[in-house]
């Protein structure tokens, strides 16, 4: 397989996020001939090691006798990532291949990219990666105008308008149930296996009519599985519930009255568009890696028009 791929590649499209590498090699009719992945992330690598991380995973399939493009997005673009690419202003078209910094790679076998994240100044808020996402669907869906929202760690809402981003805004609602489900005093009440979608939704919308009475409603499912019968899955749903309906109701300007667009994790995903159904919103679903890899395979065309 390896030599059927060296003798078809023609890019590498790279995803770099702070914990991991994930990336595709395609032939030149963009075509996927093999997927990799590590837990080589931006945050575990000096400068100096990503090129090291590449090559771990590609070395392989890189012909000798030819030069193999690679564009990558993400945090292998931050301060403190293989080389800065600064950040574009909102409003704006999402970045493509024409704001691509070019990065000294030392083996010559490999040509290497990083596209810009982009910036908000008012209110301050920043994206990367995401912005690629953006891009991939804005080139399946050129006439959207609506909201679009990235579930994740740090979940993104951003407003589109004829084909750009015209503000965005971050919630830390995934950071926040890792921690208060695996360093506070409910890690042991929300471990549940098991899923009830009726305890979600029912503790989403209390969240949502009630925003002000999370922080006491948060400890209540503490004391309810002590003294009540409340089981570890119903805990697991009634939190992400308390959360996801904190973020709906703050995010609230963007999506109400607006057509919206869910790109992530398929799970993740759902629990978003169950959360907006209850709201009397549709919320249609689009695959993360789909579209990062069009958002991608985008920004090449403008690198390789520019760098014939």
């Excluded at 990799?36 to 000798?64: H, Q, T, Y």
């Excluded at 695996?182 to 471990?191: D, E, F, G, M, P």
């Excluded at 057509?259 to 993360?288: E, M, N, R, W």
Aim: glycine share 10%.
């Amino acid at each position: 397989m390896t030599d059927t791929i060296r003798d078809s590649v023609a890019l590498v499209a790279v995803d770099w996020g702070t914990s991991n590498l994930r990336l595709s090699l395609l032939d030149n009719d963009g075509t996927v001939l093999a997927e990799r992945s590590s837990d080589r992330g931006m945050g575990s690598l000096a400068p100096s090691e990503f090129e090291g991380a590449l090559l771990e995973l590609i070395d392989a399939d890189l012909p000798d006798n030819k030069v193999t493009p690679v564009i990558c997005c993400g945090m292998v673009g931050a301060a403190q990532g293989w080389k800065e690419a600064t950040y574009q202003a909102v409003p704006c078209a999402p970045p493509d291949g024409k704001g691509a910094t070019r990065v000294d790679a030392k083996d010559p076998r490999i040509s290497v990219w990083i596209l810009p994240g982009l910036k908000q100044t008012n209110p301050g808020d920043v994206m990367r990666g995401e912005e690629t996402q953006i891009a991939g669907f804005l080139a399946e869906n050129p006439d959207f105008d609506g909201v679009l929202c990235l579930p994740g760690t740090h979940t993104k809402w951003a407003r589109i308008s004829a084909k750009e981003v015209v503000s965005f805004q971050t919630y830390m609602t995934g950071e926040l149930f890792a921690l208060l489900s695996k360093q506070s005093v409910l890690r042991h009440t929300v471990n549940g296996d098991d899923w009830d979608a009726d305890a979600f939704v029912d503790a989403l919308s209390d969240a949502m009519s009630r925003p002000q009475s999370i922080a006491s409603k948060l400890f209540g499912l503490r004391a309810e599985f002590l003294v009540g019968d409340m089981t570890p899955s119903q805990g697991k749903a009634r939190l992400s519930g308390y959360l996801i309906g904190l973020e709906l109701a703050g995010a609230r300007p963007y999506w109400l009255g607006m057509p919206v667009a869910l790109i992530g994790a398929p799970a993740l995903c759902k629990l978003y568009q169950d959360g907006l159904t209850a709201q009397g919103v549709k919320a249609s679903l689009h695959s993360v890696s789909d579209m990062t890899l069009s958002g991608l395979k985008a920004a090449y065309s403008d690198v390789k028009e520019m760098n014939p």
